[in-house]
């Protein structure tokens, strides 16, 4: 278990954007595979985002031409930047790091941040 910060979670209007960033100290996230994964009350676990090492990227249908995942190797940190927010994009936001082996598997998990879309 690898520990993982997020940031950037908040409370924004319908139509805003917002910028989530997750930070480790304790590895180099250019050599693994990055997802965002993201949870609301009554509803299953999604896979928002991710990004293998090698450059595979792909996005829930809900998200794409949205959402944006991307790695920053200089300050070694993950982002997803969300433009166009729904109210059902609510949800708490978990950044995790993996594997892929067809399809993106998480084995650590940040404590989450929490995003809000309302007016």
């Known amino acids: 278990q690898v520990h993982l910060v997020e940031s950037g979670g908040g409370l924004v209007q319908p139509g805003g954007s917002l910028r989530l960033s997750c930070a480790s100290s304790e590895i180099v996230f250019r050599v693994y595979s990055v997802g965002w994964f993201r949870q609301s009350p009554g509803k299953q676990r999604e896979l928002v985002a991710f990004?293998?090492?090698?450059?595979?990227?792909d996005y829930a249908d809900s998200v794409k031409g949205r959402f944006t995942i991307s790695r920053n190797n200089a300050e070694n940190t993950v982002s997803l930047q969300m433009n166009s927010l729904k109210p059902e994009d609510t949800a708490v936001y978990y950044c995790t790091v993996g594997g892929y082996r067809g399809d993106y598997y998480a084995e650590s998990w940040g404590q989450g941040t929490q995003v809000t879309v309302s007016s």
């Open positions: 990004q293998t090492s090698g450059g595979i990227t």
